[in-house]
């Protein structure tokens, strides 16, 4: 008795450690159903030098134990034998063979029904696939990274699978699934093609010329991704939209001809296509989306049609020639002056082209410098900064090597997080007499040196009920201490003055010294001039029409 409670306990430990290693495996297809979650899943050592998960009467190829790979040419039998029973192999379960980069050849038998997600991912010895007619599913990015792979072959008789010089379709081929990374030369995609799925063609370097049927009306992300040895490429005009990295590190493309129809330019879409000196971006795109030009290093311009409506962050970042970013006039959203990149009323810029160089004055009607406005410029050495600017985004001068003056008219730039990773330390910054002890306590420009821009200036600003009416600031320059303020009351409405909002002790008995905020008029001349003699904040006050 004491032998059989041994046995009994040995026993149960091994169901709980068959049990946990099932739950921890990746493989889910033999859960497909509520009523297969139900059933009893057995995981079983090695047999043939394969892994399996036994379900029933089906056996699932999974990965190993920890650090172990498959090597060699390895044979998938039809069915395999375990504890007494014989099951059918039907499935390569998820990652099954991933990372086995030493496999030399796999030959799947007619009994595998799926091959399941990543199955084969970075198997980098691999250099063909036979898919058998019995199988009806193929995972996402099955074959991904199998930098050898040459051809992939479905047997004629599959019912959902085809493929043609090695390439991977669906059954009618309609669908262009995966073409080999190995594959070489010039391949011309079939007319019967409307669909390439995403990262179809992913770092086929040795691909020189693809060509893209006029039938195909949609393109998957990263399609084309690191396809280097392609020097054009014709986008049919049924396409509407380039997905995210769709023709990303296409460094041998030498133009970029976008067709009229196409309305969004992805991420990345065409990030690091540092081969290319023209690029044409046509009448019908409105979105332009983050790093879609990123790194094209050989345009030296580009022209932003008038129906772009939205324009991402570091769109031209690390184009290390271009020199100009060109507005249509009819844009409602965006403008240029003398190549470089604003909103549409100018108060904010947006982008610095990366290969002008030399000295920039920020134009002072400016009010925002942008986020990455400036980033990686390294080619760019002084900024002028006018009093007009209020706050600078995020890594505004970020990566600006270059840059060794920064002129600033505002007494009160400070507190923005805008200088995070390497301008050059040895950057000067030049601020008003006024403002130095405040710089060189600020937290972003203190790491800096700070020096005396030979001005004194005091900063202005004045608030208003914009439902009432609105004001204009007028100064002759930077420098200059004479302002002249002017106030347009709204229909319905008249000006009253001019007054400063101060903290002052509350009128009648107080004993206990209380205070109350109290407008103090200044002026009711309008437009109303005056000097700057310290910082001040100004009210235009407003009043409704009796």
Known sequence: MKNQAIYIIIAAV????????AQHNHENNHRNSNHDRHKSVLVAPSVGGI???FLDTTATIIQGPHGF???????????????GKTYSVTRIGNSSFAYCNELKSITIPNSVQSIGNTAFYQCYDLTSINIPESVTNIGERAFEFCISLT???VESENKNYSSEDGVLFNKDKTILMLCPREKTGKYIIPSSVTEIEESAFYECKGLTSIDIPKSVTSIGRAAFMRCSGITSIDIPKKIKSIGTNTFHGCSGLTSINIPFGITDIGDNAFGWC????????????TRIKDNAFRGCKGITSITIPASVTSIGTTVFTSCNNLTSINVESGNQNYSSDNGVLFNKDKTTIICFPGGKKGDYIIPNNVTN???FAFYY????TSIVIPNSVKSIEEDAFSYCEGLTSIIIFSPNLV?????DNNMNENCIIRVPTNAISRYKNDFTWKKYTIEDNGQTIYSLSVTHNDSQGGITIYKESDTSQIVTLTATANSGYKFLSWAIRKNLPRSGYNPYNFTEIKDIVVSKKNPYTFTLTEDVELIAKFQKKE
């Open 14 to 21: 091994l169901c709980l450690s068959v049990n946990m290693q």
């Open 377 to 380: 410029c390294s080619a760019i």
């Open 51 to 53: 892994y399996y998960e």
């Open 415 to 419: 507190g923005h997080h805008l200088i």
């Open 274 to 285: 540092s081969g290319a000196t023209f690029i044409n971006i046509p009448n019908s795109v």
């Open 369 to 371: 410098i942008g986020k």
């Open 151 to 153: 051809s992939i072959n």
């Open 69 to 83: 790979k498959y090597v060699g040419d390895i044979v998938i039998p039809n069915s395999v034998k375990y504890g």
